[in-house]
């Protein structure tokens, strides 16, 4: 089973700017550089661990 939705990000130039932009929706701020706009891309696909804090009923 796959819960999760699938994130396929590719890089947008816009003008002088490049942002990254996810399948699901996702899009990231406009960077100056295409590298920079990647790394957007990849700290969407591996966000921060904060996912514990929503459900946890043995928390306090
Ligand atoms: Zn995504």
Redesign the pocket.
Known sequence: MQDQ?R?E?TTTERGSFALAR???G?TGPARRSRDRARTDAAA??APPRESDSVMSPGRF
């Open positions: 939705p994130h990000t996810c399948s699901c996702w969407h696909m």
